[in-house]
């Protein structure tokens, strides 16, 4: 495979035949088959990739391309600890955090599996005294809150799971997360909070983000003026990090680190002790049942062929969608009120790892690579921008997802919200003829005149492309596969993009950049900027508080 999978011959004719494949409606009235071929179950998940503009040929070439990418490949070096990011030359061994306790995962020829599980074993201690009241707080009381200081992956993934398995959490604990370094998140998370019965998690790979680190010392002080002797501090403050040195410095005592390890990249890290917050949260049972669920899918997407891989039709859709029709952005809907967050999740972990614009050797890629991924939960989203999904001359894709069985009792909201679920992607598929329209306005009563003015506003074109992603519940397990099901997918099209998914090169301008204008802002700014940046800085000089009274 050359290393623009566009410039191949393969390529061409993906095109051309997916330029020749019929409507989706034509597809499923011509091949009552049609479901089954593209319906995938594993780990507990349904993938019905049916409403996609995808016909026999096309998959089988799909499939092709996908082994000529070398996909099976690159899984099998993740697989043997190879140190496929190669700008950072590291390993990528996300699943080895989920990997039973006789798996062996090799990095440079050490296995990883027993420090993983010691880790475990740290967190399983610390979250049991945590949660049954025996770790105290300097006065001898329980705590009641946990801060989690981190940002990016060391804060969406633990955030989002949090937010997901809200039906699972400790009654007497309340987990919040400060990620911005925007005080107002921080003031936000305090306000009325006892720092006697505050436990701060300080999660950060490198324990150098200035967020964190800004964070976490004014979290300190916070403690300090709240009455929490300097002594005492250690029953109040944990880190999770690979940095031993920069923990100590802060003052965190190493007892009370929780490590992982340079293999392990910050979007891949939830699995990790990055999350001790979903643990505290929910219990380390319920934290083992997490793992377990995203392991069934990895011994998937390392076993099953191809064809039947979900991951891999997952990736396979995102190709169709976004190199051969031209999507420049994915909508994410899930319809489920604890799922809010998995499109912010899911934008770090598609966007950051494929979002890239040279290859593995360098070189400018010659085909788009990963699109905009955004959305929130239907039906919400349904009254805001679906208008446009329906009509608009720009559209999207969606990954819908749905679950069967929810964890209250109101029957009827959740047939509502499923019923929505499922008629949106059928209109998206189905969509509806100006002749339909017309005939549908005649019925309703209106002159001929009328239905020939407003049936071009009532059309739609139809053929927009949809995944379902069905859950029978959202639960520990069900949410492990599903957060796994998409990081496996970002492998997948990264190697088809010949791209290095797993290094983040793209946010450190901004992050040197910043470190200037800091000082500026209250030195002035030195000259070396463009007039708007320039003035930017001078309009911002003169920062005072102001008094919402
Ligand atoms: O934003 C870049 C990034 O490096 C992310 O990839 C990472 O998850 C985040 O910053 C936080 O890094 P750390 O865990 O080292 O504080």
């Not at 894709?397 to 009792?409: L, M, N, S």
Request: hydrophobic share 45%.
């Amino acid at each position: 495979m050359p290393s623009s999978p566009s410039s191949s011959a393969r390529w061409s004719a993906l095109i051309d035949r997916s330029a020749r494949v019929a409507p989706m409606s034509t597809l499923f009235d011509d091949d009552p088959d049609r479901l089954a071929k593209h319906t995938l179950e594993a780990a507990g998940l349904v993938l019905d990739a049916s409403k996609n503009r995808v016909d026999d040929a096309l998959l089988a070439a799909l499939f092709d391309l996908a082994r000529a990418s070398g996909v099976e490949a690159r899984r099998a070096a993740m697989w043997a600890g190879d140190k496929i990011n190669i700008t950072e030359q590291r390993a990528v061994l996300h699943v080895a955090l989920r990997a039973a306790p006789d798996a062996l995962f090799p990095v440079d020829g050490r296995n990883v599996v027993p420090d993983v599980h010691a880790v475990l074993d740290h967190m399983a201690a610390f979250v049991g005294q945590v949660r049954d009241g025996a770790w105290t707080g300097h006065a001898g009381h329980a705590i009641t809150d946990v801060i989690h200081i981190g940002i990016g992956g060391s804060d969406l993934g633990p955030r989002f799971a949090c937010a997901a398995l809200h039906a699972y959490r400790h009654e007497r604990l309340t987990v919040r997360f400060v990620a911005n370094v925007d005080a107002q998140a921080m003031d936000d998370a305090l306000a009325s909070l006892d720092a006697a019965t505050t436990l701060f998690v300080i999660a950060s790979k490198t324990f150098t983000t200035s967020e964190t680190m800004m964070n976490a010392h004014t979290a300190r002080a916070w403690s300090l003026a709240g009455g929490v002797p300097e002594a005492e501090l250690h029953r109040h403050f944990v880190a999770v990090s690979t940095n031993e040195k920069a923990v100590t410095a802060f003052g965190i005592d190493v007892a009370n680190m929780f490590g992982f390890w340079d293999w392990v990249g910050g979007r891949y890290s939830l699995w990790s002790a990055i999350g001790l917050p979903i643990a505290l949260a929910c219990g380390m049972e319920r934290f083992r049942e997490l793992l377990a669920g995203a392991r069934a899918m990895d011994d998937h997407f390392a076993s099953a062929p191809l064809e039947s891989n979900l991951p891999v039709r997952l990736a396979l859709m995102g190709i169709v969608n976004a190199n051969l029709l031209g999507a420049r952005s994915v909508c994410v809907a899930p319809y489920h009120q604890h799922l809010e967050l998995l499109p912010a999740h899911l934008q770090q972990v598609e966007m950051e790892s494929n979002g890239k614009s040279v290859d593995l050797d360098g070189e400018p890629v010659a085909q788009p690579t990963v699109p905009v991924i955004w959305g929130q939960p239907g039906t919400n989203a349904q009254h805001a921008y679906f208008q446009c999904l329906h009509q608009g001359t720009e559209w999207a894709p969606i990954d819908f997802v749905a679950v069967i069985d929810p964890a209250h009792r109101h029957l009827e909201h959740h047939r509502a919200l499923l019923a929505n679920c499922f008629a949106q992607s059928e209109a998206l598929m189905r969509g509806k003829t100006t002749d339909a329209a017309r005939a549908e306005l005649l019925e309703a009563g209106r002159s001929d005149a009328d239905a020939d003015r407003l049936a071009p506003h009532k059309t739609f074109a139809g053929n927009r492309p949809s995944n379902t992603i069905v859950l029978q519940r959202l639960d520990p397990a069900s949410l492990g596969a599903l957060v796994a099901l998409y990081e496996h997918k970002v492998m997948v099209q990264g190697a088809i993009w010949n791209v290095d998914s797993f290094d983040q090169w793209g946010v450190e301008l901004g992050k040197v950049l910043a470190k200037t204008i800091v000082d500026e802002l209250e030195h002035g700014a030195a000259g070396s900027h463009d007039a708007s940046t320039t003035a930017l800085i001078d309009r911002a000089r003169a920062i005072r508080t102001v008094d919402p009274a």
